[in-house]
């Protein structure tokens, strides 16, 4: 089990590297020198940026010392200067980071809550009930997540006027928030945020529910008048996680590309929202460290439900022929 | 045929005429006929709207919908959104079938290339694919828009990227599969140098899978596409797609909920269609084997 | 997101062609007249309004590029020998009180018993000082700092003659360069507190003579300031002013409908109703920034002039006001007329679709039948408007205008776009292959007729200029120049006047609107919230309830 915990770890990082170089070289072949393309052809718009950010990243020097430059500044948590606020990306990221990991953490929450509920449902019902309750998560995986946003705003922000449209803190609170107002922000966006990793979760729920109820020993214990509830409990359960453990990087995956969207539309002071401002405004240096950042945490968190995987299957664990 | 029609004893004798087909693809050609009625729409558009997608009339702004001229109202501007949303067709469904087809073209090729080659080639090639994975879409699209900027064209190179690795893997498992099988040996044997193999003999065998997991990528891939013009990566106004439309309606989500939700529901529409065609296909092959 | 007003001032303040012109009186002294403040009861209360755009750069007016918002900080805290008065459109004292100018020299009589904040004496050293860390690279205080806008100012040395005695030395003898001496480059810091700090440091501490004292600065979030008890000028009415900086313009309305702060600067177009029926009072002010498009006079259609005109009767300017909620306000000429050289004879192109389509007839471009793109020998009338990324607020009207407004009359559009980053470089604007339409805006930073007027002079072509379209006319060119030269301001006048008749029969520019600066501000509290012609918040003239 050390060995594949070790061997997980090493391809992790292996992988992290490569991502870190694909990601420096992109940013460093970008047509015309990046930082006087952001300052516009005069040029002048802070040349004290200029000239921080060049003597900062020696520039000039070859591209693999420059880059391993970069990886050690990064390394200790500099992430430079923003080209267009001047302020330390670090800073902006610290800031940016718990809003959005309350949200992506809400999210997998309700979303495992929601859909493994959905599956059960889906698996034991009959009927009408069971045919939409399978036809649905397709459904969900097409709808734009954006548009479902919108949609919680329309119904619950400005028809019915119960929840904020937007933001995580209300004006008047500034650093005092209360716990309400913090639930009160995070619902919506939270709830339009899980229905993608719900729907997932749903559907491994009821397929592994049709798989174990196939079981020989299963339609005895059916036959023999064991109720459903507790074969669901015993059986049908534990086996769902292995599935949605083996998937989990995908659902990492998934809510991350949704999160971008739904930050946007709640305008949720995220790292999504903050990288696609640095985007539009060709703030490099914020744009680099977002993806960084995220790249980081999607890739802990496979591990991390690696890890899971080898605590909730004991094959794993203790491989037959080591 | 074998017992894949479980039905009902009286249906038995409507089977044997040509009504049967189509009762069985039902699902497939009301999909079908969804995107066709998009396409032909856009076809007919000049006759079907009163106004082009970009005149702007002050006087007509944000009218309701069934408004005389405007049935799906108008947005800030005075544009008429039923006009803007069919100058959107070609954009939205470019967008979305163009990465998928493009992504599994060059999935697949990659795929079969590491999968029947083994050894280093494919250690590296899996190498690179898992580094492309630690990628989620998004990331990617934001990281291509902040080199080669936001465009269409741009847009559509991240969302391929994004979707190369997972055809690859799957193509690849698919070709793995494959490689031990005794036709293949044969061919080896024979003399076969590995391009003809991989063209004449394995290509055919991937293909049904490719082409149905391609299909149903197309609608992931209008949705997803959608999302990031919404998000101004991709379109940009005043060019006219979906995702764009939607994001201008957002901000009139107070007074003119329509301009966002009308949008939407098409995106959903057409994506959903693409995913049922795909859907159905495979239902049909898998209950044929 | 990075606002076009922001980006449109730094390329106004940035390029030198775009400094001031004479309006300078008479090269004689003046005495003193009070500064700034109307002379508003001071209260103590406290002025909270929120911008959404970043001050970039800082409080210390040198340091600065982007002229506004950050202009807020440095007028607030620093000020320069002479200012602009905007209702007497003249130079007025500030901390000298009087001068002689000559053209190629300036000497000022500074005010006497005036202190910097930090309690040490303004005197001619102090000038002398901060002119020369601003201008001579020889100076020590010089060194390591970037002062972008000091090329603007024709300075070429300063001497001490007394204790409250300067003469500056000029390098050309310009009519507008008392004007210039009024702008950020000439804003007087202490001499001590410089000293004391680096200027990356110094730039978020400044020390100035003005009524507010910067108390804290947060970069990118929060700056506070307090009254100045010792100033020596009338005290403004507000006893603290925070301004508070967010991103998210929605987020600032929310702020402003729940009473967290006062006033908020520049709110989202959409959302001016909602504003108004939450009993918040929304005012707007013109401003020097002017948004439209360049015609490509180098290449067909629009290097024909008719064909120009044609295109400006195209444009329904009146309803960019409708569109607009009041944000902007139609233009039909270079000049406006907040602008002392306004010509009102020449009251250009309104909306005449009729007029345009006649015009493009008479010219060849016939539309066929039931067809909607006009034609001339089998070619279609096409054009290419080019455009960048990240507009807000106003400026996302322009390019759908314009584009709608020439479909109608038979052109055959075709947008393109290019980064915003990217927007005045050979890969964007200034490849002229890509357009015959550019839309951009352009602004003042002081007004002077003369001065915009220069932006489409042949010597304001790329890369010594704005003058992307190449329109050139020797003509006027000569009479821009005459009147730069020109102390004698009847003269100068006139001469502008009969530039601006020429530009009007020209038309080298599709103007389309001019911006107005915009505040939300809740009447319970503010009564007026008045604003300077560049577009910064006029806190000193602020009245409270």
């Not at chain 3, 015959?436 to 010597?459: C, F, H, Q, Y």
Request: aromatic fraction near 8%.
């Amino acid at each position: 089990m050390g060995r594949y915990i070790a061997s997980r770890t090493g391809s992790s990082l292996l992988v992290l590297l490569g991502a870190s170089i694909i990601l420096f070289c992109t940013i460093r072949f970008v047509p015309g020198d990046p930082i006087t393309t952001v300052l516009g052809s005069a040029g002048i718009a802070n040349p004290d940026l200029v000239a921080r950010a060049i003597t900062a990243y020696g520039l000039d020097k070859p591209l693999p010392v420059q880059y391993v430059a970069w990886l050690s500044h990064v390394a200790q948590g500099d992430f430079g200067f923003s080209l267009v606020s001047g302020e330390r990306v670090t800073d902006i990221v610290a800031r940016r980071v718990g809003p959005s990991l309350l949200l992506g953490l809400a999210a997998s929450v309700l979303g495992l809550g929601i859909g493994l509920i959905w599956g059960i449902a889906a698996g034991y019902l009959s009927g009408a009930a069971r045919a939409v309750l399978r036809a649905a998560p397709m459904f969900v995986l097409v709808v734009p997540s954006f548009s479902v946003g919108l949609a919680l705003i329309f119904a619950f922000a400005v028809s019915l006027r119960l929840l904020p449209a937007s933001g995580l803190s209300s004006p008047l609170e500034g650093d005092h928030q209360s716990l309400a107002s913090l639930l009160t922000h995070l619902i919506l966006p939270a709830l339009a945020l899980c229905l993608v990793p719900a729907s997932l979760v749903a559907r491994l729920t009821y397929a592994t529910i049709d798989e174990v109820e196939q079981e020989e020993f299963i339609r005895t214990a059916r036959a023999l008048g064991v109720p459903a509830a507790r074969i669901a409990v015993q059986h049908s359960l534990p086996n769902v996680m292995l599935p949605i453990i083996t998937t989990g990087g995908l659902l990492v995956s998934a809510l991350i590309t949704n999160a971008v969207l739904i930050e946007t539309v709640f305008s949720w002071p995220g790292v999504g929202t903050m990288m696609v401002t640095a985007v539009q405004q060709r703030d490099y240096t914020v744009v680099q460290a977002g993806i960084l950042v995220v790249a980081v945490a999607y890739v802990l968190s496979s591990l991390a439900v690696d890890g899971l995987y080898l605590v909730v299957d004991p094959r794993v664990r203790n491989p037959p022929n080591t | 045929m074998s017992g894949a029609t479980a039905v009902r004893p009286t249906s038995v004798r409507w089977s044997a005429f040509s009504a049967g087909p189509v009762m069985r693809h039902w699902r497939s050609f009301v999909a079908i006929g969804v995107i066709a009625a998009f396409m032909i729409a856009w076809l007919g558009r000049d006759f079907l709207t009163e106004f082009g997608p970009s005149a702007v009339r002050p006087a007509r702004a944000l009218l309701p919908v069934g408004a005389p001229g405007s049935p799906l109202g108008t947005d800030g501007l005075g544009r008429d959104l039923l006009s803007r949303l069919l100058a959107g067709v070609p954009f939205s469904l470019l967008f979305g079938a163009v990465p998928a087809a493009a992504g599994m073209a060059i999935g697949a090729a990659i795929g079969l290339i590491a999968g029947f080659a083994g050894g280093k080639i494919d250690r590296a090639i899996v190498g690179v694919m898992d580094v492309l994975l630690t990628f989620p879409f998004i990331l990617l699209a934001i990281l291509v828009s902040a080199v080669l900027g936001a465009s269409l064209q741009n847009a559509m190179i991240a969302v391929t990227l994004s979707i190369l690795p997972k055809n690859a893997r799957l193509i690849r498992s698919q070709t793995l599969s494959l490689k031990h099988r005794e036709f293949i040996t044969a061919s080896q044997l024979a003399g076969a140098g590995p391009v003809a193999i991989i063209l004449k003999h394995l290509l055919p065998n991937v293909l049904p899978t490719a082409l149905i997991v391609a299909s149903t990528d197309v609608g992931l891939m209008i949705t997803l596409t959608a999302g990031l013009s919404f998000i101004g990566l991709g379109v940009q106004p005043p060019d006219v797609d979906w995702g764009v439309l939607v994001a201008e309606g957002a901000r009139y989500i107070t007074s003119a909920p329509n301009l966002a939700f009308i949008p939407s529901i098409v995106i959903a529409i057409v994506s959903i269609a693409f995913v049922a065609l795909a859907d159905n296909e495979r239902r049909r092959r898998r209950s044929r084997h | 997101m990075m606002n076009l007003h922001a980006r449109v001032r730094f390329l106004g303040a940035s390029f030198v062609a775009l400094a001031v012109v004479a309006s300078c009186t008479q090269p004689s002294t003046q005495t003193g007249v009070s500064p700034s403040a109307s002379g508003a009861a001071d209260t103590n209360k406290t002025f909270v309004y929120g911008m959404p755009q970043n001050a970039v750069g800082g409080c210390d007016g040198t340091q600065i590029v982007v002229t506004v918002p950050v202009g807020n900080c440095p007028l607030l805290n620093q000020e320069a020998l002479v200012r602009y008065d905007e209702s007497r459109k003249t130079v007025a004292p500030s901390l000298a009180t009087s001068w002689t100018f000559d053209g190629t020299s300036a000497t000022f009589k500074l005010r006497p018993s005036v202190t910097f904040q930090d309690g040490t004496p303004f005197n001619a050293d102090a000038v002398v000082f901060n002119y020369r860390r601003v201008w001579d690279p020889t100076f020590d205080a010089n060194k390591g700092v970037k002062f972008p806008l000091a090329a603007t100012v024709p300075f070429k040395s300063v001497d001490k003659i007394d204790d409250m005695t300067v003469k500056v030395n000029f390098t050309t003898s310009r009519a507008d360069t008392m004007l210039l001496m009024t702008t950020y480059p000439a804003f007087i810091q202490s001499p001590t507190a410089v000293q004391k700090m680096t200027p990356a440091d110094y730039t978020f501490k400044p020390i100035g003579t003005g009524p507010y004292k910067v108390t804290s600065y947060q970069d990118a979030a929060r700056f506070e300031l307090d009254r100045n008890d010792g100033y020596w000028g009338t005290k403004p009415p507000a006893a603290k002013v925070v301004i508070v900086i967010k991103q998210d313009a929605n987020a600032l309305v929310s702020d402003l409908l729940s009473g967290a702060i006062d006033a908020s600067l520049s709110p989202a177009l959409e959302q001016f109703d909602q504003i108004r029926n939450a009993g918040m009072t929304i005012q707007t002010s013109p401003a020097l920034v002017f948004y439209g498009a360049n015609f490509n006079v180098t290449k067909p259609p629009f290097d024909n002039t008719q064909m120009r005109q044609a295109a400006e009767y195209a444009i329904d300017k009146e309803s960019i006001t409708t569109l607009s909620k009041g944000a902007a306000k139609p233009m039909y000429g270079a000049i406006v007329d907040s602008m002392r050289e306004y010509n009102p004879d020449v009251q250009g192109y309104k909306y005449d679709a009729k007029k345009a389509g006649d015009m493009l007839t008479a010219l060849g471009w016939v539309l066929p039948a039931g067809g909607k793109v006009r034609m001339k020998d089998g070619q279609p009338l096409h054009v290419d408007v080019i455009q960048r990324t990240g507009y807000s607020g106003a400026t996302t009207l322009l390019t759908p205008l314009i584009v709608s407004n020439l479909q109608d009359v038979g052109f055959d559009v075709k947008t393109v776009t290019v980064e915003q980053a990217l927007q005045y470089t050979p890969q964007g604007y200034f490849d002229l292959s890509k357009w015959n339409l550019a839309v951009g805006g352009w602004s003042a930073s002081i007004p002077d007729g003369g001065k915009l007027m220069e932006n489409m002079t042949t010597g304001a072509f790329v890369p010594a200029g704005f003058n992307i379209g190449k329109y050139s006319n020797p003509t006027f060119d000569q009479k821009i120049t005459d009147a730069a030269a020109s102390f004698d301001q009847a003269k100068h006048d006139q001469l502008l006047k009969e530039a601006q008749v020429i530009l009007k029969n020209e038309a080298p520019w599709l103007w389309i609107y001019q911006y107005q600066s915009v505040i939300a501000f809740n009447p319970a509290k503010i009564s007026a919230a008045p604003f300077r012609l560049f577009g910064q918040l006029d806190i000193l003239n602020l009245k409270f309830k």
